[in-house]
């Protein structure tokens, strides 16, 4: 009893600001931190993002600048040297490829990212309301998202790009195309568990409207689940843009992404120009681990099961 009695006597002086709890961020937040690998990646995807900003600051030559006294002998002239100022040595055609990586970084993170963020937009709102209203509206939306996910998108976008022009723009409509179905179909799946709880009850029996419902009351807890897909998606979306530009259907000149800059890399190694490829693909291959350690530490702090 005596213990009992100091222990309450001690908690009297404590002031009241002093006792703080902790939120499910703050909680998610630390428990992010404590991953090793998610917080190294995490700097790592800033460092990215401000050399794809201010790289270019750093670069002697303009990523257009041609060097015409390095044509036909950049095996031994446009290797890599800070000397020259071709920090990444210089591509087939005589361009600085420090500063050609620094723009085909940018735009592989602005393709990922977009991408990503009009996959949780259009996903997320479509997937809730099909949820949340259910019945014969839900049975028709999410038809409509099985024969979208039963096209070969893949053909699609190339047809796109061949018909109406290779573009950055035609490319974001082909991904955008594509990239928000999984979402959709993820929101709906929560969508049905929480909209049976207490608190959209009571939204419903107040005579809330639904829109109100979907945004202030089931997408906000969907939050979680939505950073975590998106987290991952992002990476996804980078390979994808790859692939095409690596195909030549991407960014064109006088633009330029990892993928297209793998693909040059890829024709020059025959000629013993390496370094065409390895500074590209080692940027392409950072980024797409960074992406993907950072989304397995969002994972494992937004789990709820693990707290």
């Not at 005596?2 to 002093?18: M, Y």
């Not at 290779?166 to 179909?185: N, Y």
């Not at 064109?252 to 590209?280: C, D, R, V």
Request: hydrophobic content about 55%.
């Amino acid at each position: 009893m005596l213990l009992n009695r100091n222990a309450v006597s001690q908690l009297e002086d404590v002031p009241i600001e002093a006792v703080k709890g902790r939120s499910l961020w703050a909680d998610a937040r630390a428990r992010f931190f404590r991953n090793k690998a998610a917080t190294a990646s995490l700097f790592v995807l800033i460092a990215l993002g401000l050399f794809a900003l201010f790289g270019g600051l750093l670069a002697q030559y303009e990523r257009d600048f041609v060097d015409f006294t390095l044509i036909g002998s950049n095996a031994y002239k446009g290797v890599p040297s800070i000397e020259t100022g071709h920090y990444f040595g210089t591509d087939s055609s005589g361009r600085d490829l420090y500063a050609r990586v620094v723009q085909g970084t940018g735009i592989s993170l602005m393709v990922g990212i977009v991408g990503a963020l009009v996959a949780v937009v259009v996903g997320t709102l479509f997937g809730a309301s099909a949820g949340y209203f259910g019945g014969k509206i839900d049975n028709v939306m999410m038809r409509f998202v099985d024969i979208l996910m039963s096209i070969p998108f893949m053909f699609v976008l190339i047809l796109m790009l061949v018909i109406f022009g290779r573009s950055i723009f035609m490319l974001f409509v082909g991904i955008g195309l594509i990239s928000w179905l999984d979402m959709a179909r993820i929101a709906r799946g929560q969508t049905l568990s929480i909209k049976n709880k207490e608190f959209v009850e009571v939204a419903v029996a107040t005579g809330v409207h639904p829109l109100r419902i979907i945004l202030r009351h089931v997408v906000p807890n969907l939050l979680g689940i939505v950073i975590v897909y998106a987290t991952l998606l992002i990476p996804s979306l980078i390979i994808f843009e790859s692939f095409i530009s690596f195909l030549g259907l991407g960014v064109q000149e006088p633009n330029t992404s990892l993928g297209a800059l793998i693909s040059e890399g890829a024709e020059q190694m025959q000629y013993g120009l390496t370094w065409q490829l390895y500074f590209p693909i080692a940027f392409f291959v950072i980024t797409i681990f960074a992406f993907f350690f950072v989304g397995d530490g969002l994972r494992d702090a937004l789990d709820p099961k693990d707290r």
